[in-house]
């Protein structure tokens, strides 16, 4: 008689910026932390899917894939998400990251290995949070009170389709469209259309930056950046770390 043996895929808890205080209680992600597999041939064929790579899904569908933990894929913050892909890439094909990266003095590609286990957490005062995604900002010029919250993974989705539609129309409204999803009501006024029209008509530009700034320093996250070292010596610090089809393709 054969015996059966079950074979188990090895796997690592990935800690979430957010230490999953931005999430409610009763939702799993509330632990601050998720359960992930090491990748197999099986991601592989997501990573190699053209569908996938042509509708810009691969990078989701291969994190769905991995995770084992029982969350909402759609619940995650932006910042918690991008840790999953960062940690996703190490346990794949390792922490070393080979890129050809243009010198930013003599514009010539030099090869640059970026160890991605360096990566760093934001700095950011999670006393604020409450286990709820909701944030009280004051525009300081017009002097209204806003509540906001962080985007989620589905409202990227929602906000990408939605331009994608506007710019057809050769409509830009990037800016706009992000306000929109991120604000939740405008002097207590929850209402949807209050919001759009508010932000259509009266939001000021100095106020919508200041907004922007803020909601971009208490978002946790990671600093995805990277410090350029080039062959002759010349330093360059805090660069963005680039993140396409080839973070998951290692050269070396």
Same mark, same amino acid.
Request: charged share 30%; proline share 4%; no cysteine.
């Given at each position: ?18 230490? /999953? ?18 990748? =197999? ?8 899917? &053209? ?63 970026? +160890?991605? =286990? ?49 710019? *057809?129309?050769?409509?830009?409204? &990037?800016?706009?469209? *992000? ?16 919001? *759009? ?23 946790? +996250? ?21 993140? /396409? ?8």
């Amino acid at each position: 008689m054969t015996e059966n043996n079950t074979m188990k895929l090895p796997t690592e808890i990935v800690e979430l910026p957010s230490k /999953g205080l931005v999430y409610p209680q009763d939702n799993p992600l509330s632990s601050g932390k998720i359960e992930m597999k090491y990748m =197999t041939a099986r991601e592989e064929d997501i990573l190699t899917n &053209q569908n996938y790579i042509k509708n810009g899904t691969v990078f989701d569908k291969l994190l769905r894939s991995l995770i084992i933990s029982a969350i909402d894929f759609d619940d995650l913050v932006i910042g918690d998400k991008n840790a999953i892909l960062i940690a996703a890439r190490v346990l794949g094909y390792g922490k070393d990251y080979t890129i050809d990266y243009p010198h930013p003095q003599t514009g010539e590609n030099e090869e640059i290995t970026i +160890d991605l =286990t360096t990566i760093k957490e934001k700095e950011v005062d999670l006393t604020i949070y409450r286990n709820v995604n909701e944030f009280t900002f004051k525009l300081p010029k017009s002097g209204n009170e806003i509540t906001f919250k962080l985007l989620t993974h589905k409202d990227e989705r929602i906000i990408e389709d939605e331009t994608k539609g506007l710019k *057809r129309a050769n409509i830009n409204s &990037q800016v706009t469209t *992000r306000l929109k999803h991120m604000i939740l009501s405008i002097n207590g006024d929850r209402e949807a259309k209050a919001v *759009r029209d508010f932000v259509d008509n009266y939001l000021l530009a100095a106020d919508s930056k200041a907004l922007r700034d803020y909601i971009k320093e208490i978002s946790p +996250d990671l600093e995805l950046k990277f410090d350029f070292i080039g062959s002759d010596g010349y330093t360059q610090e805090g660069v963005d770390l680039p993140i /396409g089809l080839s973070f998951f393709y290692p050269t070396t």
